[in-house]
């Protein structure tokens, strides 16, 4: 069987070596001359018309006859490019472009290369140098980098800045990781007090209530059952908990993911503390349209272990602000409220618990000297 295979590859090198040279281009080429027609298959029965027309090769490897066929369509789509381009020049001949040269079998002894060809490298270069531009912007974020974000009192004088952990801050956007955290948390929060009553704990006899046979009625043995109105419930909800187990690691994922989109969005703000000074709901509502007028939704971030009572005095009437200390900020929270606010302790007390060590000293907030200071000196 080998000593056959190998006379065939002899015969098949030997009648492609003496086989004259196929055209790649015809003089009057056309758009529908360019489209060559794919060779039968081995098994066809057109195959088997035009057996003798074929190349020994395509008959003891359809691999080659695929290989043959790329061919083609390559030569296709090099000349429909010409065609598009300037036709006048005549079809180009297999050539790579490297740079400002063109190295071919026919143009390499020119040393020219075609301008139109030329500027078309240009433009390509110039869109994948701008292409590349933009995926460099877009990787910016995403990238774990620490962040400075302007820090402001609640009376909005400036207060400096501070340095965001770009493990919280700045972590890519897991979509899938913060749709599974939101539904543990909502899954968590059910009540899953839904009950309904089975056969033994609905009212109503437990006698039969006609005879076996003779009636011409189906057989019962109670009025108890699911079939008769006021009946037993079967396989109904139960009271039970829909709650299920998520690692810590995937819901300390969601929460950064979704403070990183928030600080993305440009839409968390830092406070150096949560004390409006004043309780009245007038004057949070006030501050409110001012500091926030796109926002709809606003949820601040005290960092102490309860929110401050003049914060929570002030907002309690308004539906569309709420108040949560730094250790109930949750994924779903977040994602409700257009607006988050967040002091500066509670930045800090976020870092703590997310990072997997004790966070270290943190440098002092860089306060930024008032206009009379500035003026004395």
């Known amino acids: 069987m080998a000593a056959r295979v ?10 492609a070596a003496s086989a004259p040279k196929r055209i790649l281009f015809p ?13 039968p298959l081995p098994h066809s029965r057109a195959f088997s018309r035009t057996a003798s027309h074929q190349s020994p090769i395509s008959q003891i490897s359809p691999a080659a006859t695929r290989l043959r066929d790329s061919l083609i369509c390559f030569e296709s789509a090099w000349q429909r490019r010409w065609l598009s381009s300037d036709p006048s020049k005549g079809p180009p001949d297999m050539a790579f472009s490297t740079g400002s040269e063109v190295v071919g079998s026919a143009g390499a002894g020119s040393g020219s290369a075609d301008p139109a060809e030329k500027d078309l490298g240009e433009d390509t270069v110039a869109a994948e140098v701008a292409g590349a531009g933009e995926q460099v912007g877009e990787a910016e974020w995403g990238t774990y980098h620490d962040r400075r974000v302007a820090v402001r009192s609640f009376s909005g ?35 899953g007090t839904h009950s ?7 009212r109503g006899s437990s006698s039969k209530p006609w005879k076996q046979k003779g009636t011409g ?61 004043s309780p009245k709901t007038k004057d949070m509502a006030q501050h409110i349209a001012m500091a926030f007028p796109d926002s709809k939704k606003i949820l ?16 309690g009437n308004l539906h569309y602000v709420n108040v949560l200390p730094v250790v109930g900020l949750n994924v779903y929270s977040i994602l409700q409220h257009d607006a988050l606010v967040v002091s500066l302790p509670a930045v800090r007390a976020l870092e703590h618990r997310l990072l997997s060590s004790k966070h270290p000293a943190l440098p002092a907030l860089e306060e930024k000297p008032s206009a009379a200071a500035a003026a004395a000196q």
């Not at 003089?27 to 060779?39: E, F, M, T």
């Not at 400096?160 to 972590?171: C, K, R, Y």
């Not at 309904?196 to 609905?202: M, S």
């Open 6 to 15: 190998a006379a065939r590859l002899l015969r098949a090198s030997a009648g």
């Open 300 to 315: 601040f971030v005290d960092g102490s272990q309860r929110a401050d009572e003049t914060l929570l005095r002030a907002s």
């Open 157 to 191: 004088e400036a207060r400096g800045e501070a340095v965001l952990d770009g493990t919280i801050f700045d972590v890519p956007i897991r979509k899938d990781i913060v749709h599974r955290v939101v539904c543990w948390q909502l899954a968590k929060r059910r009540q």
């Open 196 to 202: 309904t009553k089975r056969v033994g704990e609905v």
């Open 217 to 277: 009625q189906a057989r019962h043995g109670s009025r108890r059952g699911p079939q008769f109105r006021g009946g037993a419930t079967m396989h109904g909800p139960k009271p039970r908990s829909h709650a299920f187990s998520l690692n810590k690691k995937v819901r300390a994922l969601g929460l950064k993911a979704a403070l990183s989109a928030r600080l993305r969005e440009g839409q968390l703000v830092l406070y150096s503390d949560l004390n409006p000074g």
């Open 27 to 39: 003089a009057s080429s056309s758009r529908s001359s360019l489209v060559q027609p794919s060779p």
